[in-house]
């Protein structure tokens, strides 16, 4: 049997979830779920301790942190609590000396913001003899580096560069985001690495991560009247400001509220002032913030229209959550959205606010349009996780 070692550190370490961190996570509740059984490969997630300047394995809790959908907390106590923690497990046996040369080294997450180097990482394992595999998202920051901070962009370009000479394998989220790496590929005279596309999965049942309020979300749902939902971080990719405006038409003529989920992410000050100094805001306008895995499903389940207007996406995590919920979607057309989205969804010119305003009225204004929109969604068929580990056994062992 093989052991195939994929690091966590940067899911463990955040104190949020967004996309990666949640593919991370739903990826390794299956890998390290009991019935999971592989005769040939061994799924083992690690962190680099860099106090021993190696590798570990993860306490027992760690563990249950990983698979559940709470990000840790940020505050004083438990970052110290944590620290403690890591002393005694430093005396306990859970370093790994050496990845053995039958291993595979699964880069799965956002590593790139690890201060374990993949420069330095992978020729010391392709010495080894240990198999390199990752898990390719995008090269977002490489295609929109104006929104990208400065320092992303460094450590990004430098992780990708390493993959490229070391990794014998990429697995790409979409066929999008294969089509991007060849063509950075081809254009600056790199080599083509072999690549497999996979598709994510899609968790339709929220892991509980707070008691289920149900009377609390019926009357937040019941103020929030009926209305259109996008869920995403705010930053300028994501594009939310050609969102207001075309709900600056949508609100004169629909009695639809917009509601906007997502943390407060880089480059995120004008957008937050935009949306706090809507003439409709906290009255048909709505920014929630950043919300529990329990209260998305809410918002999910009772949201009229989910609408995601990014310049681009790599896959596109909330249009396969709301299609799953059977709830009619419009997106933009850029990247992979209209991959993901396909027969499920509308789309919309990306830089157009009029042609969104238009999509959105069509169905507003027309019970038949938003009929096939509702059945639309109401037949998609989200890929389960456990066909995406699948997926990706397949291509681990070649």
């Known amino acids: 049997?093989?052991?195939?070692?994929?690091?966590?550190?940067?899911?463990?370490?955040?104190?949020?979830?967004?996309?990666?961190?949640?593919?991370?996570?739903n990826f390794a509740s299956v890998v390290l779920n009991p019935s999971f059984d592989d005769p040939e490969l061994?799924?083992?997630?690690?962190?680099?301790?860099?106090?021993?300047?190696n590798w570990r394995r993860l306490s027992a809790k760690e563990q249950n942190e990983l698979v559940s959908s709470s990000p840790r907390k940020a505050d004083f106590l438990s970052r110290v609590k944590r620290k403690l923690s890591r002393l005694v497990l430093r005396v306990k046996p859970l370093v790994i000396n050496k990845l053995d040369e039958t291993a595979i080294f699964f880069d799965i997450?956002?590593?790139?913001?690890?201060?374990?180097?993949?420069?330095?990482?992978?020729?010391?394992?392709?010495?080894?003899?240990?198999?390199?595999?990752?898990?390719?998202?995008?090269?977002?920051?490489?295609?929109?580096?104006?929104?990208?901070?400065?320092?992303?962009?460094?450590?990004?370009?430098?992780?990708?560069?390493?993959?490229?000479?070391?990794?014998?394998?990429?697995?790409?989220?979409?066929?999008?985001?294969?089509?991007?790496?060849?063509?950075?590929?081809?254009?600056?005279?790199?080599?083509?690495?072999?690549?497999?596309?996979?598709r994510l999965g899609t968790k339709i049942d929220a892991l509980q991560c707070e008691p289920d309020d149900s009377e609390g979300r019926f009357h937040e749902q019941?103020?929030?009247?009926?209305?259109?939902?996008?869920?995403?971080?705010?930053?300028?990719?994501?594009?939310?400001?050609l969102l207001l405006d075309a709900f600056n038409?949508?609100?004169q003529k629909t009695n639809l509220n917009l509601v906007l989920?997502?943390?407060?992410?880089?480059?995120?000050?004008?957008?937050?002032?935009?949306?706090?100094?809507?003439?409709?805001?906290?009255?048909?306008?709505?920014?929630?913030?950043?919300?529990?895995?329990?209260?998305?499903q809410g918002l999910y389940e009772n949201a009229w229209l989910n609408v995601i207007p990014s310049q681009y996406e790599g896959f596109g995590l909330p249009v396969t959550e709301a299609l799953a919920r059977g709830v009619p979607t419009v997106c933009s057309d850029a990247g992979a959205l209209t991959e993901v989205?396909?027969?499920h969804a509308k789309f919309f010119s990306v830089s157009s606010a009029d042609d969104l305003a238009a999509q959105v009225l069509e169905v507003a204004q027309n019970k038949a349009s938003y009929?096939?929109?509702?059945?639309?969604?109401?037949?998609?068929?989200?890929?389960?996780?456990?066909?995406?580990?699948?997926?990706?056994?397949?291509?681990?062992?070649?």
């Not at 061994?42 to 300047?53: E, K, Q, R």
């Not at 990429?170 to 590929?185: A, E, N, P, W, Y």
């Not at 995403?232 to 990719?237: A, H, I, N, S």
């Open 249 to 251: 038409t949508i609100s």
């Open 261 to 296: 989920v997502g943390k407060i992410g880089w480059q995120a000050e004008d957008i937050l002032a935009t949306i706090r100094s809507h003439p409709l805001f906290n009255q048909r306008v709505f920014y929630l913030g950043e919300v529990s895995d329990t209260r998305l």
């Open 1 to 25: 049997m093989r052991t195939v070692y994929f690091d966590v550190e940067n899911t463990l370490n955040v104190p949020f979830i967004t996309g990666i961190q949640r593919v991370v996570r």
């Open 341 to 343: 989205g396909a027969n």
């Open 109 to 198: 997450e956002s590593s790139w913001h690890s201060r374990l180097s993949r420069n330095e990482l992978l020729p010391d394992l392709q010495k080894q003899g240990v198999q390199i595999a990752k898990l390719h998202y995008d090269i977002i920051p490489i295609l929109f580096p104006k929104t990208t901070h400065p320092n992303t962009l460094k450590v990004f370009s430098e992780h990708l560069f390493s993959h490229l000479l070391y990794a014998d394998v990429f697995f790409c989220i979409s066929h999008q985001t294969k089509q991007d790496l060849i063509d950075f590929c081809e254009e600056h005279a790199w080599r083509i690495p072999e690549s497999r596309v996979i």
């Open 371 to 398: 009929q096939t929109l509702l059945r639309a969604a109401e037949v998609f068929q989200p890929i389960s996780w456990e066909q995406t580990v699948a997926d990706i056994v397949d291509g681990l062992k070649g």
């Open 222 to 241: 019941k103020n929030l009247g009926r209305y259109i939902l996008t869920v995403g971080t705010l930053e300028p990719r994501k594009n939310h400001v």
């Open 42 to 53: 061994d799924f083992v997630p690690i962190i680099y301790d860099h106090h021993a300047a």
